[in-house]
């Protein structure tokens, strides 16, 4: 069991909620886009997203500002989410600009406010759980999506809710994070998502 929730941090990490968010949205968007341009951009993302963040937190490593991938203190978190704003906002500014694909603009948008705020808890001391946001916030756009296309994704959803639980509960069984830096990372995920519904939707 230990090292099923131990599992279960790294399976769900926050790096790839994003573009799971991208290949989802993808897959169910009933606008034609060429095959070519679906795989450029999901490599595109996959560079931007997960690549560079994990060579930058490597960088980092090497100049001792963080000491493991977990960023355990509020002070390690600093400059990786400042990083992690930068790569968003050249995502948006290259890759997904809102007459190309509105909606993973607005997607990323919402990611982008998500992490500014939890720099800005960070820079006071307060360990918003990462994953609850990244998880919770690709929920939200989830939901917005179904409704969007008017497509039934129950199961997805329902799945999503499990996944939830289970990795506030491995971030519980490792001891990472309380149960308010939880909820906290929850509303910080999900909020955002939800009030930028409004211009896409």
Not at 75 to 84: A, G, H, Q, S, T
Not at 86 to 102: D, G
């Amino acid at each position: 069991m230990d090292k099923l929730l131990k599992s279960i941090s790294y399976i769900f990490h926050p790096l790839i909620m994003p573009l799971l968010g991208v290949i989802f949205y993808f897959s169910k968007t009933p606008r034609y886009t060429p095959i070519e341009i679906i795989q450029a951009k999901i490599v595109s993302l996959s560079i931007l997203t997960i690549v560079l963040p994990v060579l930058l937190y490597f960088l980092l490593k090497t100049l001792n500002v963080v000491s493991t991938i977990n960023l355990k203190t509020t002070k390690e978190r600093i400059y990786p989410l400042i990083l992690n704003g930068i790569v968003i906002l050249l995502v948006l500014q290259r890759i997904l600009t809102p007459s190309q694909s509105i909606e993973l603009y607005f997607f990323f948008l919402g990611i982008l406010i998500s992490n500014m705020a939890c720099l800005l808890l960070a820079i006071i001391k307060f360990k918003a759980s990462i994953h609850m946001i990244a998880v919770s916030g690709l929920f939200m756009f989830f939901i917005a999506l179904s409704i969007h296309f008017s497509i039934n994704i129950n199961g997805t959803l329902a799945l999503m809710a499990i996944i939830m639980g289970a990795v506030a509960t491995s971030r519980l069984h490792l001891e990472a994070h309380s149960h308010i830096e939880l909820i906290i990372g929850v509303f910080i995920g999900f909020i955002p998502q939800l009030i930028l519904v409004i211009y896409w939707l």
